[in-house]
């Protein structure tokens, strides 16, 4: 098991989004989360990501509980092995898009004992179409454009678990389809996917389906 949530519960004042919830997600699972605005599935993949301490409840990943880890140990944990892609655009925007890999990938060698397995600079930035954009800074790009740069930085870091938040965001439908023939590429090859997305289609292709409703997960894989 790569990652549980242990009876895990997020309030903010009267607020509950995630209300005492068990979850467990498989290395190599592919799953879909969707649910209304505002049901809490962001907060469900910043808890997931270390980012969020949640109100009550436990999170354990790759067998170790987050509430016995220092705050730079669950960054250690993020930076090498989880990769989030946010609704928000989140790039070095004193970096090129090549720096911004670069400097991804020198984060993600640093908390690994081999860097033998990052997917190679230029075909990522080939892939998703950035090969005129890899000497500009993000401030020069479209949202599209910002967006595949996203996906390329979380890419080239090869982590083991993508959070994906709506990761379509700003891409046109041969970019969306691309984005997501991606991540059917990347679990293929062992890569564990919790992708959240309002759009039917691309939740119905990964392998578990759940909608966040009430503070807990429904499965919609046997509705």
């Known amino acids: 098991m790569l990652c549980e949530l242990k009876n895990i519960t997020k309030q903010y004042g009267e607020i509950c989004p995630i209300n005492e919830l068990d979850f467990s997600i498989d290395s190599g699972d592919y799953i ?20 969020l301490t949640p109100t009550g409840g436990d999170i354990i990943f790759n067998g170790q509980a987050y509430s016995g880890m220092s705050d ?13 892609v946010s609704q928000n655009i989140q790039l070095m925007q004193a970096l090129t898009i090549e720096e911004n890999i670069a400097f991804a990938r020198k984060v993600s060698v640093s908390t690994r004992a081999t860097s033998a397995d990052l997917e190679d600079t230029d075909y990522i930035i080939d892939y998703l179409g950035l090969n005129e954009k890899r000497d500009e800074l993000p401030c020069h790009l479209s949202g599209g ?27 046109d439908n041969y970019w969306s389809e691309r984005v997501m023939e991606l991540f059917d590429k990347l679990n293929a090859e062992g890569k564990t996917i919790l992708l959240v997305t309002h759009n039917e289609k691309y939740a119905s292709r990964a392998k578990k389906r759940y909608e966040l409703a009430k503070g807990k997960l429904i499965d919609k894989n046997s509705i």
Request: net charge neutral.
């Open 32 to 51: 879909s989360v969707s649910g209304e605005s505002g049901a809490g599935k962001s907060t469900l993949l910043f808890l997931i990501g270390g980012m």
């Open 72 to 84: 730079n140990e669950i960054s250690s944990v993020r930076a090498g092995q989880i990769g989030y």
């Open 145 to 171: 454009q910002k967006r595949r740069a996203m996906l390329a930085v979380t890419w080239a870091r090869d982590p083991q678990l993508y959070l994906l938040d709506e990761p379509t965001n700003d891409l």
